[in-house]
């Protein structure tokens, strides 16, 4: 009698799991996982301009920073998803735990290079000329020089005011700040053979994690789910999509499919935007001093290039507002990237390519990862075959010439029997070389075995 296997399995499977029925054929892997590399990172150049000013018993001075920052954030992460085989099956339900790793690739994950050019302008008055010269001055000691000082409009041409490389992991959740110290050029300008200034590099940046937002996805890593070739059960945005957020390195979030009752080959998940959050701060300085009898001027200070959270720097070169507009271009709307920018927390996107220059904003990209509902493809999905006990992984677990599909959903025999009929004759044989009945031991009734027929005797086993 013709079986249906979709009656069968119905009977053997509820919810996408087992409850009765075939075992699990040996070897046979239930839990599936599937992990890809990824870069995620950007490269960008921000202008710098910055200045100091004072003025000492009529000496006026002012230096000037102009030049350009260049950063580049570069980071490895593993992703990957996780299943069971066993909730492959038409009309099925299956979690797809997804993960998150954060990983130390070969070279720095961050780079922050500023160079620039210093410019020193000193103006003297008059006044402080005649006063200098006179006896017991305090500048009396300058007073050779200060015609010449005067004149002083000079620059300090490229000069490096910080180079800061790290090579980590990337912070999240519960983990530590990354402190970053870095280095820079050290250089002092002279006038008629005399030193007259100074400067000093004093460079870090921290990057740490961040915390959850008020709207999912704006803290931790994160990304936007997608189904592929099936439905999704809830969502952030029911049916649709899912915002997952992971606080901790390497911790399952699951997207749970719900497959159609007559699936495709395959279904799968849509990642995209991925991106990594991190907070970010910086500290360049340039420490300035007046050297030797220039001493007696006084102390010009410092120039803070950076100066804690880089979210003012953001800003003020429309970074947050691209990100965001980015974002809106890809999900719909901006939930809040854009005012977690201006308070210096940057997300650290994957995109296509991969480390993009930006600007121009980027396109952000996505990773699909396919789940194969019928490995063997013999038109039985993985779930129903470990239902039934056949070998999901080849196509014909009875090696009888039928495949496994062919036999449950077309002739109605048993997969796991090469003759189901036990006439002596292989199913595959009944059906593709003698045209017999592979459910009937005698097909033309005459008393003989198909089996018998065909090897014994001779005789036609469909001719009585």
């Known amino acids: 009698m013709q079986r249906t296997v979709r009656a069968v399995l119905t009977a053997l499977v509820v919810g996408g799991t087992i409850v009765a029925g075939g075992a699990t054929p040996a070897g046979a892997v239930t839990p599936v996982s599937q992990t890809q590399h990824l870069r995620l990172g950007f490269s960008t150049t921000l202008p710098i301009a910055d200045g100091v000013t004072g003025s000492e018993v009529g000496i006026d001075y002012e230096f000037s920073v102009d030049g350009t920052a260049t950063l580049t954030v570069d980071l490895g992460v593993d992703m990957s998803i996780a299943y069971d085989r066993e909730d492959l099956v038409p009309g099925g339900t299956v979690p797809v735990d997804v993960t998150f790793q954060p990983t130390n690739d070969s070279g720095p994950e961050f780079d922050l290079d500023v160079v620039g050019d210093i410019v020193a302008d000193v103006d003297v008055s008059a006044g402080t000329y005649v006063a200098a010269c006179l006896p017991l001055s305090p500048l009396l000691p300058l007073c050779p020089v200060l015609a010449g000082l005067d004149s002083i409009d000079e620059s300090l041409d490229d000069f490096t005011f910080a180079a800061l490389s790290g090579d980590f992991v990337a912070p999240l959740g519960a983990d530590a700040p990354v402190v970053i110290p870095g280095s820079g050029d050290s250089a002092v300008l002279s006038f008629l053979g005399l030193d007259v200034i100074s400067a000093q590099v004093a460079a870090s940046a921290t990057l740490g994690p961040v915390a959850s937002g008020v709207f999912p996805g704006l803290g931790g890593a994160a990304t936007v789910a997608v189904p592929v070739g099936a439905d999704l059960v809830g969502g952030d945005v029911p ?226």
Request: charged share 20%; hydrophobic share 40%; net charge negative.
């Open 239 to 464: 049916g649709i999509a899912d915002v997952l957020e992971w606080q901790a390195a390497g911790t399952a979030q699951t997207v749970t499919l719900q497959l159609p009752a007559s699936p495709g080959s395959s279904a799968g998940v849509d990642l995209g935007p991925i991106y990594h959050w991190l907070s970010a701060s910086a500290n360049v300085a340039i420490d300035l001093d007046f050297e030797g009898i220039f001493g007696l001027i006084g102390d010009p200070g410092n120039v803070d290039i950076f100066s804690g959270s880089l979210g003012p720097v953001f800003v003020a070169n429309g970074v947050d507002t691209a990100i965001g507009d980015a974002v809106a271009g890809a999900i719909g709307f901006d939930p809040g990237f854009a005012a977690q920018v201006a308070t210096g927390n940057l997300p650290v996107p994957f995109t296509d390519p991969e480390v993009a220059t930006f600007p121009p904003v980027p396109t952000l990209g996505s990773l699909v990862f396919s789940v194969g509902l019928d490995a063997d493809g013999d038109g039985l999905l993985d779930g129903e075959e470990l239902a039934l006990g056949t070998d999901p992984d080849d196509a014909d677990t009875d090696d009888d010439g039928l495949s496994d599909g062919d036999e449950v959903l077309v002739y109605g025999t048993d997969p796991l029997d090469a003759d189901t009929d036990d006439d002596g004759l292989s199913d595959g044989d009944e059906v593709l070389v003698y045209g017999t009945d592979p459910l009937d031991a005698d097909t033309d009734d005459d008393g003989l075995s198909d089996g018998d027929e065909v090897l014994v005797y001779g005789t036609d086993p469909l001719d009585a």
